[in-house]
Nanobody
């Protein structure tokens, strides 16, 4: 069992920055994929960024060049650095951890990000 706790959300003006953190209750070294998802009101949850244990990253097109996913294995933490924020980035952001042999991934409780125009 892995518990994930997000933090770092808040209210920011367009063009500003936030760094989200996701702290895991166990080592993240062997987790094959860590990710950040977001869900805006009335919309489906979408993958924002992912990071594999081998260091490969993936970003949805709308955040490329603005967001960066990273990890600190010593702190069992995955980060999402968000720069040049836009109002359309407003959503609840969720941390995710997945291994191929797990039936379901683990999810954090979510942290609200609101970007004002």
């Amino acid at each position: 069992q892995v518990q994930l706790v997000e933090s770092g959300g808040g209210l920011v003006q367009a063009g500003g920055s936030l760094r989200l953190s996701c702290v895991a209750s166990a080592s993240i070294i062997s987790i094959q994929r860590l990710g950040w998802y977001r869900q805006a009101p009335g919309k489906q949850r979408e993958l924002v960024a992912s990071l594999t244990s081998g260091g490969m990253t993936t970003y949805t097109d709308s955040v490329k060049g603005r967001f960066t996913i990273s990890r600190d294995n010593a702190k069992n933490t995955v980060y999402l650095q968000m720069n040049s924020l836009k109002p359309e980035d407003t959503a609840v952001y969720y941390c995710n951890a997945q291994n191929p042999w797990w039936t379901n991934p683990y999810w954090g409780q979510g942290t609200q990000v609101t970007v004002s125009s």
